[in-house]
Nanobody, 126 residues
Framework: QVQLVESGGGSVQSGGSLRLSCAASGYTNSIHWMAWFRQAPGKEREAVATIDTYRRSRVADPVPGRFTITRDIGKNTAYLQMNNLKPEDSAMYYC????????????????????WGQGTQVTVSS
């Protein structure tokens, strides 16, 4: 089993920055991909970014270049750096992990991720 704990969310004004962290514990050797998803009230959950153990990353098309995903393999932690935040970025941000190795083209799909965190809230005010 793998446990994921997100942190770093909060309330910021438009134009501000936040760095989210996702710490994995348990059978972390099984994790190949780690990803961030977000869900705003009344909307479906959408992919934000994903990264594998080789630190190859993908950012979802709806997400602007203001977001960067990184990963510290030794610390079993993934990060999401969010700059120049806008009110439309307000959402619950979830971390997810997958044990599937070869899934580059599917890495932004929710159903390939077996493990999920509880989420961390990001609120951006104008």
């Amino acid at each position: 089993q793998v446990q994921l704990v997100e942190s770093g969310g909060g309330s910021v004004q438009s134009g501000g920055s936040l760095r989210l962290s996702c710490a994995a514990s348990g059978y972390t050797n099984s994790i190949h991909w780690m990803a961030w998803f977000r869900q705003a009230p009344g909307k479906e959950r959408e992919a934000v970014a994903t990264i594998d153990t080789y630190r190859r990353s993908r950012v979802a098309d709806p997400v602007p270049g203001r977001f960067t995903i990184t990963r510290d393999i030794g610390k079993n932690t993934a990060y999401l750096q969010m700059n120049n935040l806008k009110p439309e970025d307000s959402a619950m941000y979830y971390c997810a992990a997958s044990v599937i190795r070869d899934m580059w083209h599917d890495s932004l799909r929710e159903d390939v991720y077996s493990y999920w965190g509880q989420g961390t809230q990001v609120t951006v005010s104008s």
